[in-house]
């Protein structure tokens, strides 16, 4: 399959630069994958689709906000994307970052000193005489939340909780799973009272789910491997709940990845325990590929040319994926990380 399969083109008005007001009443587009048919909805309408017995699985990651601005010894301002902590010692920690240009040398965020720093691996920050406690406390307390290039505004407070899933609690990711975000406390609990299984993995959202496809056949791209852990009993109960007949729901692109990296044996141990697999994966998931646990997907609309677009393809016929799309377009849509949601089901 080639990239230009993977192209669309979006009114740029259609880009959502604020979520809604209320995260259950945004639109819900209905694909149904065997007949192609589609519904357009509200999302706390999401409730009718699950059955008694289902499980509806959600990626608890936490965003942290990982966005610093730092000062050169110029004046010049630097803005800081941290990606993953590396490695600390007693006196100094290392981040692994992005920034805009390649400029190395000491930077200063508020009295703390730090240092960027190239080499063949990429591209670091230094936190210089802090803990990894410390620096963690400072990005709490100075850092921006990390939100996508394509929203045209600076980081405010309030994005502090809108820009993150009303579950979130394990930090670690540098983007929220956007999929979660139209779910409140209510939803979650009116779902449950139907009989339907809650679950939770993790999964840290890292860079790599962001990084454009940039070679002409989807085959030779690489992700980057992004940490997971899955309960060993939640295993256990999607296969018996399978066997039975129900269906598994997964929330976002990052839960499924994590499942079907999990199940397609695309992961590398991380340690794993008597009670939880713990792994990193780089699965990447196109057109070809045998979902072994997800039935049902929501999701947002995602970026052309983009790794999570491929997902979809591959969840549900290209062509039918494609004209919901243009419906979605049509009809006025908001797409991509405060934008509304499908369900493919």
Request: aromatic fraction near 10%; charged fraction near 30%; hydrophobic fraction near 35%.
């Amino acid at each position: 399959m080639k990239i230009t399969e993977l192209n669309y083109t979006l009114p740029t008005d259609l880009i959502a630069q604020k979520p809604l007001s209320e995260r259950d009443k945004s639109r819900l587009l209905v694909l149904h994958k065997n007949t192609g048919e589609i519904e357009h909805r509200i999302f706390y309408e999401i409730v009718e689709y699950l059955n008694e017995g289902d499980i509806l699985i959600i990626n608890n990651t936490k965003v942290i906000p990982a966005r610093l601005i730092a000062e050169k010894p110029s004046g010049g301002k630097i803005e800081i994307l941290l990606i993953k902590e590396k490695k600390c010692s007693s006196q100094n920690v290392v981040w692994e970052v992005m920034t805009k240009g390649s400029y190395e040398g000491e930077v200063f965020i508020d009295e703390f000193i730090a240092e960027l720093r190239n080499n063949c691996d990429g591209r670091y920050i230094v936190f210089k005489n802090m803990t990894s406690p410390k620096v963690r406390n400072l990005i709490n307390e100075k850092g921006f939340m990390p939100l996508p290039p394509y929203i045209k505004r600076k980081p405010i407070q309030s994005d502090r909780q809108d820009y993150q899933t009303v579950y979130a609690k394990m930090n670690g990711s540098i983007a929220a799973p956007t999929a979660g975000l139209h779910f409140t406390k209510e939803l979650l609990e009116t779902i449950i009272s139907k009989g339907v299984k809650l679950r939770e993995i993790t999964l840290h959202v890292g860079v790599g789910t962001f990084k454009p496809i940039k070679v002409d056949k989807l085959q030779e791209h690489k992700m980057d491997p992004e940490y997971f852990e899955i309960d060993k009993t939640l295993i256990e109960e999607i296969y018996a709940i399978k066997k039975a007949g129900k269906r598994i729901f997964s929330v976002g692109t990052t839960t499924t990845r994590a499942l079907e990296g999990y199940a397609s044996g695309k992961y590398e141990d991380r340690g794993s325990d008597n009670y939880k697999i713990k792994g990193s994966t780089d699965i990447f998931i196109y057109p070809g590929f045998s979902f072994k646990i997800v039935d049902a997907l929501i999701t947002n609309f995602h970026l052309p040319k983009s790794t999570p677009l491929a997902m979809v393809y591959a969840f549900c016929e290209m062509q039918k994926v494609k004209k919901a799309y243009r419906e979605a377009i049509e009809k006025g849509y908001r797409f991509f990380s405060y934008g509304d949601a499908m369900l493919i089901i």
